[in-house]
């Protein structure tokens, strides 16, 4: 069954019409063009394809696009702006938190729910808020310290 949903993404009124059940990851990316949002387990588990719905970050290879009528989504491509990439893109940059890149997008995008929610989170909190974002080339710490600098405003503000 065919069904229309309309959405804003990434600032911009969208509409799109597909399979009931069609999955936002694969709309993104497929019909959409947006590829930053990666595939990685499929199943909501490791993270990859995290983007932000209505500031919440969600796994967008779990979300089928019938959900997300009148919602605001986010993806990595979202969030520079005026030319300028986010200040937590940046913060990974200069912690060289993007080891392979892969995972890179989906712990930005959970980076950036999690310091929307919380803007200055304790480590603890960070390292908590992070635990469910896989990253297989051990980045981890140096991703933690990147989402450190940025809640300390070094760098910018989330």
Not at 101 to 122: D, F, S, V
Not at 132 to 157: F, M, P, T, Y
């Amino acid at each position: 069954m065919k069904t229309t949903v309309k959405f804003r993404l990434n600032g911009r009124p969208t509409t799109i019409e597909t399979d009931d059940d069609r999955r936002l990851l694969w709309v993104l990316r497929t019909d959409l063009d947006l590829t930053g949002t990666k595939y990685g387990c499929g199943s909501g588990f490791c993270g990859a394809c995290t983007v932000l719905v209505d500031g919440k970050a969600v796994r967008s290879c779990q979300t089928p696009l019938r959900s997300l009528d009148g919602k605001e989504v986010v993806t990595i491509e979202g969030l520079s702006r005026d030319g300028q990439i986010h200040p937590l893109q940046q913060a990974f940059v200069d912690h060289g938190a993007l080891q392979c890149g892969y995972c890179t997008p989906g712990m930005i995008m959970n980076a950036t729910a999690l310091l929307q929610q919380q803007p200055h989170p304790t480590r603890e909190a960070i390292v908590q808020g992070m635990e469910r974002n896989l990253c297989r080339c051990g980045a981890h710490q140096r991703i933690i310290a990147a989402i450190e600098d940025v809640s300390r405003g070094k760098g910018g503000a989330a």
